[in-house]
């Protein structure tokens, strides 16, 4: 079967220049600013961490402005993410769990304040708007559901991704020696099988 790599999302805007700035405020980089022969005007950002890119601009799209909804960026630590956003002048949500114990992040009135009281990967999110209503949704993912990457294929994101993954790691690691009651000469080797396997969803 053929790859089908999910790439570009098109955000569609009222006024390209008013979007553009709040893409930039939030840090994304800029891979394309691109003025069409009709004046018009096309831009490209990429999330940090992210291989999925939105492009904003004139005449792109006949959906209305701020019909884009429940766009999901993934996060490894939904506070810290937050903060960052409000740090930028964001009006993002609290942080939010579905109440009934599921992953319900489309119902507000399924809400309830706070991440996951067991931390779940998954089940904390966070809300926030970008200035013509198109809809995001942050999503805290530690680990991931079986199947959903290559077992054979480890890979991180950025050096942040890389990063957390190794404070889970060490957190787990310490863990089995307490178990063990004995330091694990092959803790480097233990560290790659379980970041292998949380990343893979085993």
Avoid: C
Avoid at 29 to 54: E, K, W
Avoid at 121 to 135: E, H, I, M
Avoid at 169 to 175: I, L, R, S, T
Wanted: a negative charge; aromatic letters at 8%.
């Amino acid at each position: 079967m053929s790859d089908y790599k999910l790439e570009v999302v098109v955000v569609p805007v009222s006024d390209v220049d008013r979007a553009a700035a709040f893409y930039r405020r939030l840090g994304w980089r800029v891979d394309a600013d691109i003025t069409t022969d009709a004046g018009g005007r096309i831009l490209q950002f990429t999330p940090p961490g992210s291989p999925a890119s939105i492009l904003i601009g004139t005449g792109l799209t006949p959906s209305a402005p701020g019909t884009a909804q429940f766009l999901h960026l993934i996060v490894t630590d939904i506070e810290a993410a937050r903060a960052e956003l409000v740090s930028k002048g964001v009006q993002a949500s609290a942080v939010f769990h579905d109440a009934a114990g599921g992953y319900n992040r489309f119902d507000p009135a399924a809400r309830a304040e706070g991440p996951d009281p067991q931390r779940r990967s998954y089940a904390s999110f966070v809300t926030f708007d970008d200035p013509d209503g198109n809809g995001w949704v942050l999503q805290e993912i530690t680990s991931r559901f079986p199947g959903r990457i290559d077992p054979g294929v480890t890979s991180f994101s950025s050096v942040a991704d890389l990063a957390e993954a190794l404070r889970r790691a060490a957190a787990a690691h310490g863990e089995h020696e307490k178990l063990t009651g004995a330091a694990d000469p092959a803790w480097a080797d233990w560290y790659a099988a379980h970041m292998a396997a949380a990343q893979a969803g085993g």
